[in-house]
């Protein structure tokens, strides 16, 4: 399991449902070098429901854009609102599946 450093969290209204995206330096943390890849997304504040498969959201993707800035996590507002307004998250990847974790 790899992470990255807690990011602040943006709405991009102009995103697609299911999107979300991270600057490649924060995507190096989790040793994704590729623009696109196709996740799971979960999102909440345990590590262990996570382990569970609680807290699916849905399928989705996961960008890496020169655009977004460093340090920034840039979700659609349907992957906001299972945010519960938290302004940071970290992302934890394991295999094709990341957790949005929040406080």
């Known amino acids: 399991m790899?992470?990255?450093s807690?990011?602040?969290v943006r709405i991009e209204?102009?995103?697609p449902e299911m999107q979300i995206a991270i600057?490649?330096?924060d995507g190096l943390d989790l040793d994704l070098i590729t623009r696109e890849h196709s996740v799971f997304i979960f999102t909440g504040s345990s590590?262990?429901?996570f382990k569970e498969g609680?807290?699916?959201v849905g399928?989705?993707?996961l960008h890496l854009l020169n655009e977004c800035p460093n340090g920034v996590l840039q979700v659609s507002e349907k992957i906001s609102l299972q945010l519960a307004g938290s302004d940071?998250?970290?992302i934890i990847l394991e295999n094709k599946k990341i957790l949005l974790a929040y406080k």
């Open 2 to 4: 790899v992470h990255t």
């Open 6 to 8: 807690v990011l602040d």
């Open 13 to 15: 209204h102009g995103f």
């Open 23 to 25: 600057h490649p330096n």
């Open 47 to 49: 590590l262990d429901k």
């Open 54 to 56: 609680k807290g699916l």
């Open 59 to 61: 399928e989705g993707e």
């Open 88 to 90: 940071k998250a970290m």
